[in-house]
């Protein structure tokens, strides 16, 4: 099982960028799927993108052309470029990990937009 940790949310203005982080640690297999999900009040918890473990992404119709994620598989971290943040993008962003049939949570990072 693997430990995730994620960093970076805050408080941001409408129109900011902010980028958050993912540190894995334990048992990474080199070719899972990792991914950015989300949960506002209220709302179920989204996808927001995803990244395997050869770099291809997928993203969410409302994270297109704003978010990028990345990830570095040496240092087993992954990250979520966010950009032209939006009020409605408010929640509590969680990371994840598939792999071996499992999925693995962090505990989420709190991003809240507001001017």
């Known amino acids: 099982q693997a430990r995730l940790v994620e960093s970076g949310g805050g408080l941001v203005q409408p129109g900011g960028s902010l980028t958050l982080s993912c540190a894995a640690s334990?048992?990474?297999?080199?070719?899972?799927?990792m991914g950015w999900y989300r949960q506002a009040p209220g709302n179920q918890r989204e996808l927001v993108a995803t990244?395997?473990?050869?770099?291809?992404?997928n993203y969410a119709d409302s994270a297109k052309g704003r978010f990028t994620i990345s990830r570095d598989n040496a240092k087993n971290t992954m990250y979520l470029q966010m950009n032209a943040i939006q009020p409605e993008d408010t929640a509590v962003y969680y990371c994840?990990?598939?792999?071996?049939?499992?999925?693995?949570w962090g505990q989420g990072t709190q991003v809240t937009v507001s001017s």
């Open positions: 994840n990990l598939r792999q071996f049939g499992l999925n693995d």
């Open positions: 990244i395997t473990g050869g770099g291809t992404a």
């Open positions: 334990g048992t990474i297999y080199r070719l899972s799927t």
